[in-house]
């Protein structure tokens, strides 16, 4: 079993998350292994994937060590301490909710808590989270995290929401600790009609993106 500090490394090298939100249960092995093979590991298998508790314990038990499964939108306690019984390696939430903050504890497993503002991000640290999720974070920008972090310099920044490859960079240049993709990297288009071999090479285009912004 990995430790927090490992699942954190994890997250944040090579530092993107994908966001699942899978229109079938059983879509989410074969998109794992995609994204897997295209050197994403840290999945984030959302609660609006149809029996998303059992699709991340089948997972966890098929995956193993070779991927990271986690659980996104979680909205309430006992979904948390369900997701992590199944299996899910970290909890994010797209609002904030720091009474998710002591399950997680518990289990020693990583939460990222969601903030628009700088308040509520602040809030979020306060309450024990390891990350802040930034969300939307596409109509806010680059400029904006760099914003946030030029008096809250201690925060782990996450954004999700990003619509364009091209800010990827931009993004961790301002000091992201990764970056959350949802249909940027699983989009509709490869959901409907199961090309996994086009999600991997979507995982290393946009994996070499990061890379390159952290001058690998």
Known sequence: MRSKSEIISLLTDPGIIAVVRAQKTDQVLPLSEALIAGG???????????NAIEAIRGAKKTLG????????????????????????????SPILRPELVAPCRAADKPI?????????????HEAG??????????????NYIRAIRAPLPHLRIIPTGIAKAEDIA???KAGCAGVGLGSLLVSSEIL????????????????????????R
């Not at 390891?130 to 806010?140: R, V, Y």
């Open 40 to 50: 994403v590991i840290a999945i984030e298998i959302t609660m609006t994937t149809p």
């Open 65 to 92: 060590d070779r991927g990271l499964i986690g659980v996104g939108t979680v909205l309430d306690v006992l979904t948390c301490r369900a997701a992590i019984e199944a299996g899910a390696e970290f909890v994010v």
């Open 112 to 124: 990222m808590l969601g903030a628009y503002t700088p308040t509520e991000a602040q809030l979020g």
């Open 129 to 142: 989270a390891d990350f802040i999720k930034i969300f939307p974070s596409d109509g806010l920008g680059p």
């Open 170 to 172: 931009e993004f961790i």
């Open 192 to 215: 409907r009609t199961n090309n996994w071999s086009e999600l991997t090479r979507s995982a290393k285009a946009l994996r070499s993106l990061v890379e390159k912004a952290r001058g």
